[in-house]
C-alpha cells in the first residue's frame, strides 16, 4: 500500500504552476481550503483559472487571491457572496464564467469520471443556454455542459490515513470528493492524520488513490482572521413576512422533503416542528427531520478546531454536492420554497438577478426551480417602488420556464390551476381592489370561502 507523503501548506503552494487551473472546495466557508489557498497567496502564484462554488469570503481563501490579483478568470455558481469579486468584474480584471450550482458539481463528477459532459434541464430557456447545444428529449429541453477538470486541486477533510483516505465532516463534503477526482494533482488538508487501519473502510468517502499529498491543518477562527459569531442575531422577522412563512407552511405535509431557500422561505425553518414530519434538504448536502440549524444553509461550522460544537440532526444523512443537486433534477423534492423577483402569467421565474447588477450569482436556484415537484414562490407582492412583480411577461433575466406552482406574497395566495393564473386567497388586512391594482398580470379570480 502507497504511502501519501505529508507535505506543509508552503510546500503544498509551490506545487501550484503559474497560469495553473486551480478548484478548491468549499460552500461558503465550511469545508474550504483555507491553509492551503492563503498559502497560496503569501507565494504570489498569478494567473490563475479559479473553479469553485465561489471565491471564498473577502480577503479569506480564495477571496485573498482575488484581492492579491492572482486570478484571471473564476469558473463557478456564486459570486454575490464576495462584494469583491462583483467590483473586479466590472473593473475588468477578471473573466466570470456562471453556471448553476447544480450543473456545477455534476462537471466535477463528469471530470473526474472521464466523461465529456452531460445532457441537463436546468437552464433551458435561460440565460445560461445562450451559445450551448440544446436538444429536446421526450420533448422537453435540455443544454449540454461539459465536464470540468483542473491541474491541482485543494479540499479540505476532516480525516485522512497515511495511504491518503479521506473522511469528512457533514456538509464540509460539499464539492471536496468530487474536485479530489477532477485534477491531475490533488492536495488535501485535514484536521488528523491517522495510521493506516484507524479508519473504518466502509466510512471513506475518498479513496487514497486520488490523493497525492496531505498537510496537517492548524487552523482556528482566530488564523481565518475573523470574529464570526455562531450566536444567533435575534433579529425578529416583520409581521408580513412571518404571515407568508406560515401560510407556506401550511403547505408542507407530513412526509414532504423540502428546501427552502433564502429571505421569507428561511423563515418557515423556525415554524417547523418534529410533529410537521418535514425533511429538510439542503443543497450542501443534508437530509434530515426539521427543525434544522441554519436551515437552507450549511449545518456545520466553517473551521472546527475542537471549540465548538457540532452536532447532527437525528437521522440525518450527508452527501455531496452532486448527489444533493441529483435528489433536485430526479424529482426527490416534494417542495421547493423560494423568493422571487417576478413570476408572469405563464408560471415562469425570476428570482436571481437584480435589476442593475452584473449577472453573477446563479448557486443551486435554477436546479431547484426546475427539479422540485412542487415550486412555491414567497415575495412581496409589489417591489420598493410599488411596482408589481406579478406581472404579464418576466422582464428579468429567467430562473425557469413554466414552473411555479404558487405564490404567497403579502397580500395575495395565487395558484395555476390548468395553467391558469388565479387567485384563490386574501391574506389578512389586503383587500381585492388592493390586489387587483397592484398585480399587472392577467389572473382569474376564484376566492375561497373563509
Aim: charged content about 15%; hydrophobic content about 45%; some cysteine.
Amino acid at each position: 500500500m502507497k504511502t501519501v507523503p505529508q507535505i506543509t501548506a508552503v510546500e503544498a503552494a509551490a506545487l501550484v504552476p503559474e497560469g495553473a487551473v486551480l478548484m478548491a472546495g468549499g460552500f461558503g466557508m465550511t469545508g474550504n481550503p483555507v491553509h492551503l489557498l492563503n498559502a497560496l497567496a503569501e507565494r504570489g502564484t498569478g494567473n490563475l483559472t479559479f473553479i469553485g462554488n465561489n471565491v471564498g469570503e473577502p480577503g479569506l481563501g480564495g477571496g485573498r487571491l482575488l484581492r492579491n490579483g492572482q486570478l484571471k478568470k473564476a469558473i463557478g455558481s456564486f459570486f454575490t457572496s464576495n462584494p469583491e469579486a462583483v467590483k473586479a468584474y466590472q473593473a475588468g480584471t477578471i473573466e466570470i464564467q456562471l453556471i448553476p450550482q447544480g450543473s456545477l458539481a455534476e462537471a466535477l463528477r463528469a471530470g473526474g469520471a472521464g466523461i465529456a459532459g452531460f445532457y441537463t434541464p436546468t437552464g433551458a430557456g435561460t440565460v445560461v443556454a445562450e451559445s450551448t447545444e440544446t436538444r429536446t428529449f421526450d420533448g422537453q429541453d435540455y443544454i449540454f455542459v461539459p465536464g470540468l477538470t483542473a491541474d491541482v486541486a485543494f479540499v479540505r477533510a476532516w480525516r485522512a490515513d497515511t495511504a491518503g483516505n479521506l473522511v469528512y465532516r457533514m456538509t464540509e463534503r460539499n464539492f471536496n470528493p468530487l474536485m479530489a477526482t477532477a485534477a491531475r494533482l490533488v492536495i488535501a488538508e485535514v484536521e488528523e492524520i491517522v495510521p493506516v487501519g484507524a479508519l473504518d473502510p466502509d466510512a471513506i468517502h475518498t479513496p487514497g488513490c486520488f490523493v497525492d499529498y496531505l498537510v496537517q491543518a492548524h487552523m482556528s477562527l482566530e488564523d481565518l482572521g475573523t470574529s464570526a459569531s455562531v450566536e444567533a442575531s435575534g433579529k425578529k422577522a416583520d409581521e408580513s413576512r412571518m404571515a407568508m412563512a406560515r401560510r407556506a407552511l401550511a403547505e408542507l405535509h407530513p412526509g414532504d422533503v423540502v428546501n427552502l431557500g433564502i429571505g421569507i422561505p428561511t423563515l418557515v425553518a423556525d415554524l417547523i416542528t418534529p410533529q410537521h414530519g418535514i425533511t429538510l434538504h439542503t443543497e450542501n448536502g443534508m437530509l434530515g427531520v426539521g427543525p434544522a440549524p441554519q436551515a437552507g444553509g450549511a449545518l456545520d461550522f466553517p473551521v472546527n478546531a475542537g471549540k465548538q460544537p457540532v452536532t447532527a440532526l437525528p437521522g440525518a444523512a450527508y452527501f455531496d454536492s452532486a448527489d444533493s443537486f441529483a435528489m433536485i433534477r430526479g424529482g426527490h423534492v416534494d417542495v421547493a420554497i423560494m423568493g422571487g423577483l417576478q413570476v408572469d402569467e405563464q408560471a415562469n421565474l425570476a428570482n436571481w438577478a437584480v435589476p442593475g447588477q452584473p449577472l453573477l450569482g446563479i448557486g443551486g436556484a435554477m436546479d431547484l426551480a426546475s427539479g422540485a415537484r412542487r415550486l412555491i414562490i414567497t415575495m412581496t407582492h409589489v417591489d420598493s417602488k410599488g411596482r408589481p412583480k406579478i406581472v404579464p411577461t418576466c422582464t428579468l433575466p429567467l430562473t425557469a420556464q413554466a414552473a411555479v406552482s404558487m405564490v404567497i406574497t403579502d397580500w395575495a395566495v395565487f395558484e395555476f390551476v390548468d395553467g391558469q393564473l388565479t387567485l384563490t386567497e386574501l391574506l389578512p388586512g389586503a383587500t381585492l381592489e388592493q390586489v387587483r391594482a397592484g398585480t399587472s398580470a392577467r389572473f382569474v379570480e376564484a376566492l375561497r370561502a373563509g
